[in-house]
């Protein structure tokens, strides 16, 4: 019986890394052995950034709000913890949206935040 050498197995396995590398330059998108690191790395880059992205949003929306008190004279810590004080349960994605669209609201929110923090609204 004869023995079987190159099965699919294999192929299949680096025709997945391969495809995975599409789009890389160079070397990195043919060659098996350097795709199969580019991959890789790519990979751990894609795990770490999905959850980088949370932080980099919160952030941003902390800079927003942080921006968005200036002019009531209220610093973003202050502002959080009269939410807090008054039982404000928004998040800061949709303080941030509604500091930007529509100042009307933010500004009774922030007056509400003034307010249970003793400061004169």
């Keep these: 019986m004869p023995r079987a050498v190159d099965g699919t197995r294999r192929s299949d396995r680096r025709r997945k890394i391969l ?23 790519s990979l751990q880059y894609a795990y770490r950034d999905r959850r980088q992205k949370k932080r980099d949003f919160r952030r941003l929306w902390i800079t927003r ?19 807090k004080l008054a039982n404000v349960s928004l998040d800061r994605l949709s303080l941030s949206n509604m500091a930007i669209e529509d100042s009307q609201a933010f500004s009774e929110v922030v007056n509400l935040a003034k307010k249970s923090l003793g400061v004169i609204a």
Excluded: E
């Design 65 to 83: 709000l942080s921006a968005a008190l200036r002019p009531f004279d209220l610093s973003y810590s202050k502002f959080i913890h009269g939410l």
């Design 19 to 41: 495809k995975m590398a599409k789009g890389f330059k160079s070397r990195r998108k043919n060659v098996f052995r350097t795709a199969k690191d580019a991959v890789r790395k």
